[in-house]
């Protein structure tokens, strides 16, 4: 019978002691890797390129003696639809205030528009504010006013 020769005892720490340092050496290069291009920006916009979340609280208010109606969405960017799908609509009479957040990356606008009906034929004045902006308004019998709201980073 042919006998197969044994390993060394002592080549077996080796080959393990190599296969550890590669792999060690591999977990490095990666994390170095990943260190610089994760800090390759400079700065949160305006002025630099760092992307990062955020967000925004918009008060909406009507302020109206009679019978309205409001509905209010959120964009991120004018015209594109808020991934949080911030809607909402509500009704009532007299004064009514609402805030309203919504979230993005710093590299989008963060908007919400607002759309107020009177709900009579009275000549009476509704308003209708999105954030601090001076308020829109109407007097017309049934009339309708609209306002949006806009943040940027």
């Known amino acids: 019978m042919i006998q197969q020769p044994q390993p060394r005892s002592g080549t077996r720490p080796v080959i393990i002691a190599a296969i550890l340092a590669i792999i060690l050496v591999g977990a490095i290069a ?17 002025g630099g390129n760092c992307i990062a979340p955020y967000s925004n609280t918009f008060t909406i208010s009507v302020n109206y003696t009679g019978q309205w109606s409001l509905n209010y969405s959120g964009l991120t960017n004018v015209g594109e639809a808020n991934s949080y799908n ?10 009514f205030t609402i ?6 990356l710093n590299s989008r606008m963060l908007t919400v528009c ?19 902006l001076y308020p829109k308004n109407t007097s017309a019998p049934y009339g309708t006013v609209s306002a949006c709201g806009t943040v940027a980073p």
């Open 99 to 104: 805030p309203v957040t919504l979230s993005g």
């Open 86 to 95: 911030v809607t909402g609509t509500h009704t009532g009479t007299g004064y």
């Open 114 to 132: 607002a759309q107020a009906q009177k709900l009579d034929a009275s000549n009476s004045t509704l308003f209708l504010r999105v954030g601090p």
């Open 30 to 46: 990666a994390i170095a890797y990943y260190t610089v291009k994760a800090s390759s920006c400079s700065g949160y916009p305006p």
